[in-house]
């Protein structure tokens, strides 16, 4: 598996509640993976990143491993610090709890969707997703060009949302403009799938069973839409 470090998965719960650091270790599908000189990846997030609804392999970060492995890329199954009802001080607290390598070839950030839903001051996730992003950098090895971030979903184009569609895109578009900024200025790829999470409304296939997360397919289209760029990254 990951030659003496356990896959850190955190276990997801609900979507607003429950900031307590749970880890366990997945044995599922390994043999999708080599692990003779593999490459790293980290993904750092919420519900969005540890697949609220989905299966451990169906999230964006195993299948997008799945796909570099696929492009002769090989990587070990991926780290995943992320837990359902994550905010950004909630992320800050679990990584500084977390025994992590020093170093990964890829690292990913996507957070904030309950600093929104929870109402928590826009300066204070300003605040702390920069904390956060400086993080990941020095997980990649002090590199930038090494992580990426991905966009809040919008979660007003489920059926969990949709009654306060025009409120929630609202705000997201605010913390998705914070967010993109501090990319910009940490010299950070940053990628918009929100457009993507909107087609969720007419297209119930791309929300999972609990009619808020994004479905095993929705997942793909991330991966698809950014594919050629992260290739680029760790080749």
């Not at 990941?136 to 489920?158: H, K, M, R």
């Not at 997201?172 to 990319?183: H, M, P, S, T, V």
């Not at 993507?196 to 069973?209: H, R, T």
């Amino acid at each position: 598996m990951f030659h003496l470090k356990p896959i850190i998965v955190i276990v997801a719960i609900q979507l607003s509640i429950g900031c307590n650091l749970n880890i366990a270790q997945s044995n599922e599908n390994i043999n999708l993976f080599k692990t003779e000189a593999a490459l790293k990846y980290l993904a750092l997030g919420d519900s969005y990143t540890i697949g609220e609804g989905v299966e451990l392999t169906e999230t964006y970060p195993y299948q997008l491993a799945e796909k570099l492995r696929l492009d002769s890329l090989t990587f070990i199954p991926p780290t995943i610090v992320a837990k359902t009802g994550w905010r950004t001080d909630d992320l800050i607290q679990a990584i500084d709890s977390s025994n992590l390598d020093e170093s990964y070839n890829l690292v990913s950030l996507l957070i904030g969707v309950n600093n929104q839903y929870q109402g928590k001051s826009v300066r204070q996730y300003k605040i702390e997703f920069k904390t956060l992003l400086k993080i990941a950098i020095q997980y990649a090895g002090d590199n930038p060009e090494n992580v990426f971030v991905l966009s809040i979903p919008d979660y007003g184009y489920t059926p969990f949302g949709k009654k306060e569609q025009e409120k929630i895109s609202k705000e997201l578009i605010e913390y998705n403009a914070i967010n993109k900024q501090i990319c910009n200025e940490l010299n950070v790829s940053w990628f918009n799938i929100t457009d993507i999470s909107k087609k969720g409304i007419n297209e119930p296939q791309l929300v999972a069973k609990d009619g808020l997360h994004p479905s095993q397919e929705q997942y793909l289209i991330w991966i698809e839409s950014i594919y050629k760029d992260i290739k680029l990254k760790v080749e």
